[in-house]
């Protein structure tokens, strides 16, 4: 586990520089927001549901998409898998990404099966495996209505000797044609987009929602300041193994061959490190996020369209691990298909700056677990 520890610390070091605390909404004035948060709770009684494995053992980013009206997929960054029946991080692998099935669309009663690969030495190993010596953290992405399911991958290179010794290397889109089998039997076709414009280390696919014939992709921009930035890709070329993205510039939707002067615009001036995008039965664009480094909120933004303009982030909760010792709280996301008796169910990740602490007795239980928070909406 030494060079996982290494690995993990380096990570933690990119994230100290990635997240900033920004109160800071996209251009414009917008309109008032029909919703308004009435409550924010933690939801421990669904927290359950990242539990029930005994060699899945903790994991974070946490990003879900809806396969049909029963089932969910969960996409984890690096997790903890068992090699032993101790079901001890201490005897875990720590592999670079894991899934999970969820039926049933409450989490408090739902069943959860975890899924990684397993090498030909029978060691656990990622899901999207390594590719062109690069690994892959996970994106958000679609299932097309009894269709394939498509998801963004952030390729991330190793750089023995330079900076933080990794780099984030583009981003590729994986799609599954029969997302109804078994996840174990999934062959994904994998699509490599055109380099990105002006910002090639910009993650692309943090949220993604569909939009009539083309995907919407955030794309979180210029490290540090997040600016939040969309590319769309038409859903028929990428059935079709091309991404052809274009890019929301002040013309409109423009295609990347032609932008010319016509740079992305930044329609959220801090779109997070990790954030979702939903569209709320109010028709209601909503933007979660987490604001701060360490001892984090969860905050929430509108619009009347995913182009904006977005309203400033409003603080709508503060997790208890951010008032604790050393906090390290992130990756806040909204799962607006999960059922939570009419509100909304939102999650984050909680984490040490010190890798050691998720080995003792009390980190095991505490700490890289995801957490479900419950937001009361008034529309």
Not at 92 to 118: C, E, H, K, Y
Not at 126 to 146: A, I, K
Not at 311 to 320: I, R
Request: charged fraction near 25%; include cysteine.
């Amino acid at each position: 586990m030494a060079g996982a520890a290494l690995e993990r610390g380096t990570r933690l070091a990119w994230l100290a520089l990635a997240v900033v605390a920004t109160a800071c909404g996209g251009a414009g004035d917008p309109p008032p927001s029909s919703l308004r948060v009435v409550s924010a709770r933690s939801y421990a009684e669904a927290d359950r549901l990242f539990r029930g494995d005994a060699r899945w053992l903790g994991g974070d980013g946490a990003l879900s998409i809806p396969l049909d009206d029963e089932r969910t997929l969960w996409l984890f960054g690096d997790s903890f898998v068992a090699t032993s029946d101790a079901s001890d991080r201490r005897e875990s692998a720590f592999v670079r990404n894991t899934l999970a099935i969820q039926t049933g669309r409450d989490p408090r009663t739902a069943s959860m099966r975890f899924v990684w690969r397993t090498g030909t030495d029978g060691a656990p190993g990622p899901f999207f495996p390594d590719r062109d010596e690069r690994w892959y953290w996970p994106g958000h992405g679609v299932r097309l209505e009894e269709g394939p399911l498509l998801v963004f991958l952030m390729g991330v290179r190793a750089t023995p000797g330079e900076g933080l010794g990794f780099e984030e290397a583009g981003y590729r889109i994986a799609r599954v044609d029969d997302p109804d089998a078994d996840p174990l039997t999934w062959e994904p076709v994998w699509i490599a987009p055109p380099e990105l414009p002006a910002d090639p280390d910009a993650s692309v696919g943090t949220a993604v929602v569909r939009d009539g014939d083309h995907l919407v992709a955030l794309v979180n921009a210029e490290g540090s300041r997040h600016l939040g930035r969309l590319a769309r890709f038409p859903i028929d070329a990428l059935l079709d193994g091309r991404a052809e993205p274009e890019w929301w510039t002040a013309d409109g939707w423009t295609a990347a061959a032609a932008l010319g002067a016509s740079e992305p615009l930044t329609v959220i001036s801090d779109a997070g490190a990790e954030a979702s995008l939903h569209r709320d039965p109010s028709g209601t664009w909503v933007h979660v996020l987490t604001r701060g480094f360490g001892g984090t909120t969860i905050a929430l933004a509108t619009a009347p369209s995913v182009t904006g303009p977005w309203s400033s982030p409003a603080d709508v909760f503060t997790p208890p691990e951010s008032t604790g010792p050393a906090p390290f709280v992130y990756a806040a996301k909204a799962h607006p298909w999960l059922a939570a008796d009419g509100g909304l169910l939102v999650t984050y990740a909680t984490n040490s700056f010190d890798f050691a602490d998720l080995f003792t007795e009390e980190g095991q239980d505490r700490l890289y677990y995801p957490r479900f928070v419950r937001l009361e909406l008034e529309r």
